[in-house]
Every structure is written in structure tokens, then in C-alpha cells.
């Protein structure tokens, strides 16, 4: 019976810690005067306890906000916040619970990030690593978004002895994976709300995988870690570039810094191929503006996704959808949207996007 509780107990405790939670802080929502302390106590619950300073002069948005998703014992913490500073010494050390190493990515304007004797100055697409466990200081200069992932410190300093002469480093400028690592992290930030809590725990593993790539990067690392991170990156791309008719696999590639063998090899993990994932994602945008009447003529919707031949898209999307494009253009002025098209059995992911289908059969 003892052994049954025991049991049933760590069963709880694994479902507790892989659970995938998301919260939201907006200290706009504060009377003025209360802001500065709600503000602290956001940071605090948010990014570990810090000693906020006077503030620091500069322009301001007035954006203090926070997005967090934590998962598999981990977080992903987005954050826009004003010129600010703040440092974290022995008490703010010895408040904390829990030991991290927080991988910092400035997404936009421009912070200053101090420790172990290294000074980081930290504008878009900069990347550090800080450790918890040691005294830090930084000063956000101008209006900052910027985007954290907290990992077990423990995980990290298992994969990186060396942890202690890495921090405050520009991780972009001494490692080529790094580029991946953010990628990677902005596709998990879209993609985690919707994942089963187990599939948390390789996700996160992932990240760890990258993330010892960067700060180990004359030490082997897992090949499909490597290529888990190229896809994401991968995807990312092709989703911003798809109205480019110029985007093709061998330009992925090259904007990824990779072979087009590497990356082919990354969709073939996927059971999928770029220019198959190009064609389907092309297609399913062409499916979603012929399903709503007032999205243009068919040429123009084709020519609007990166078709650049009216016949060549005519004959995919018959073979893609069983239909012609012409007849889902009609049946979309005859009757709603919602009848005339299949039901979409998946999306991007956005949150500003509508649901499309993407699972079109490869081609």
C-alpha cells in the first residue's frame, strides 16, 4: 500500500512539473503611482529577484508588460520594458529559489549586462548566458523588448563545465549556432501552448542541446539537436518569406548559413522536403484568401503567395485540394466560408494569423 502512495505521489509531482502554464503581467493596468512597486514585484516572479536603482534617462514607451511560459521546469520570458537598471547581490542571491542560468536575447533596443568581470553590450539579436548563483548587474538604455529562457542551472553546467567564464559573453559573436538557438526558441514560443506536457521535456532538451553548442563550441553536440534548431529556424523563415516568388531551398539555406544537404536533411526528420513545405505553405495561404470573396482575382492571389505561373498553380492546387481554385472561388461568393472550404487541421501557430491548412499531401 506504502509503495502504491509513493507511487501515485511521484506520478502527481512529474505531471506538476512538466505541466505548461502561461501567465501574463501588465503593470499598465496600475494606478501611476503604484507602477514602480508592481513593477519590482513582477520582475521578482518573473526574471528572480533583482534591486531595482534609480531609473535610467532616455526616451520611453511606457510598455511594462510580461508574457511567460513555463514548462518541463523551465520558462520562456518575454518582457518590454523602459530605461531601467538593476543588480543582484548576495540577498537578492539568497531570496531566490532555485538555481538558473537565464539566456538572455535582446529582440529589440539596446541593455548592458555585467558579471564575473565581463560586460555585455547587448543590441538586437544579441545573445548571453547569466548565471543565478553569482552577483550580476544590468542597465536597459533604451526602450527594450527582450525575450529570457530559464534553464535548470544544474542541466547547464552538466553539459558546460566552464559555465563561470561564459557569462556576460556575446554568444553571437563566438558561436554559429547561436543564430539557430534563437530561432529555435522564437518557433517554441509559438509552438508551446499547444503542446501535450510530455512533449515539453524534449523541447526543452533541445534548447539545451543549442544552447551547449554556443558556449562549447569546439565540443561535439548531438546531430539531431543541431538539425532540430535548423528546422525551426527553417520554418520560421520560409513563413516570413512566402509572397518572395525568390524563395527557394538553396536561399533558406544560404540565409541559414548551412548546406542545402544539412538542411534537407532537418526535413527529412519531418518525413517532409523544403521545397515540399514551401509548395504546401504556399499553397494553403492561396486556399485560405480564394476561401473569403474580396481577396482579389486567382492570378493575383497565386502571383500574391509566390507563384509565378498561373497554370503550374492551377494544376498543384487541384492535386493538393481535389478542387480547382476557380470552383472555390465560386462556391466561396455562393455560400459562407466556413462550409466551402475542408475544416483546417493545422496552423502557423500565430496568434494574428487565421487557421490555415497545412497538411496538404506532398507533391
Known amino acids: 500500500m506504502a509503495a502504491t502512495v509513493v507511487s501515485a505521489e511521484a506520478e502527481r509531482v512529474e505531471r506538476v512539473s512538466t505541466a505548461i502554464a502561461l501567465d501574463e503581467f501588465d503593470v499598465r493596468s496600475h494606478p501611476t503611482a503604484d507602477r514602480p512597486e508592481a513593477w519590482a514585484s513582477v520582475l521578482d516572479d518573473t526574471h528572480l529577484p533583482w534591486r531595482l536603482q534609480e531609473p535610467v534617462d532616455g526616451p520611453s514607451r511606457q510598455e511594462e508588460w510580461v508574457r511567460r511560459i513555463r514548462f518541463a521546469g523551465s520558462a520562456i520570458v518575454d518582457c518590454a520594458c523602459d530605461p531601467c537598471r ?13 538555481e538558473y542560468v537565464g539566456v538572455l536575447i535582446t529582440r529589440r533596443g539596446r541593455e548592458i549586462v555585467e558579471q564575473d568581470g565581463r560586460t ?3 543590441t538586437a539579436g544579441s545573445l548571453v548566458a547569466w548565471d543565478s548563483c553569482r552577483p550580476a548587474r544590468f542597465t536597459v538604455a533604451a526602450p527594450l523588448l527582450k525575450r529570457t529562457l530559464f534553464l535548470a542551472r544544474s542541466d ?12 556576460a559573453v556575446d554568444l553571437t559573436r563566438r558561436s554559429a549556432v547561436a543564430p539557430l538557438l534563437v530561432s529555435y526558441l522564437d518557433s517554441l514560443t509559438v509552438a508551446l501552448p499547444t503542446l501535450a506536457a510530455p512533449d515539453a521535456i524534449g523541447a526543452r532538451e533541445a534548447a539545451l542541446e543549442l544552447l551547449s553548442a554556443c558556449l562549447t563550441p569546439d565540443e561535439p553536440v548531438a546531430p539531431q539537436s543541431v538539425r532540430a534548431g535548423l528546422y525551426a529556424a527553417a520554418v520560421e523563415h520560409i513563413d516570413r518569406r512566402l509572397g518572395d516568388p525568390d524563395l527557394t531551398p538553396e536561399q533558406v539555406a544560404g540565409t541559414l548559413a548551412t548546406s542545402l544537404r544539412t538542411l534537407q536533411l532537418a526535413f527529412e ?3 517532409d522536403s523544403v521545397a515540399g513545405h514551401i509548395r504546401r505553405r504556399r499553397l494553403a495561404r492561396c486556399h485560405t484568401d480564394l476561401s473569403r470573396p474580396g481577396t482579389g482575382t486567382i492570378t493575383a492571389v497565386a502571383f500574391r503567395w509566390g507563384f509565378t505561373d498561373s497554370g503550374n498553380f492551377a494544376r498543384r492546387f487541384k492535386q493538393a485540394y481535389g478542387i480547382a481554385p476557380s470552383e472555390l472561388r465560386r462556391l466561396s ?3 459562407p466560408c466556413a462550409k466551402s472550404r475542408p475544416s483546417p487541421r493545422a496552423s502557423t501557430g500565430r496568434p494574428d494569423e487565421p487557421a490555415i491548412p497545412c497538411d496538404v499531401p506532398a507533391l
Do not use: F, K
Not at 156 to 167: D, N, S
Open 156 to 167: 547547464v553546467a552538466r553539459r558546460c563545465p566552464r559555465l563561470g567564464g561564459l557569462t
Open 86 to 98: 538593476g543588480t543582484r547581490g548576495a540577498p537578492e542571491i539568497a531570496a531566490t529559489d532555485g
Open 269 to 271: 526528420e519531418h518525413e
Open 333 to 335: 461568393i455562393r455560400a
Open 120 to 122: 555585455a553590450v547587448m
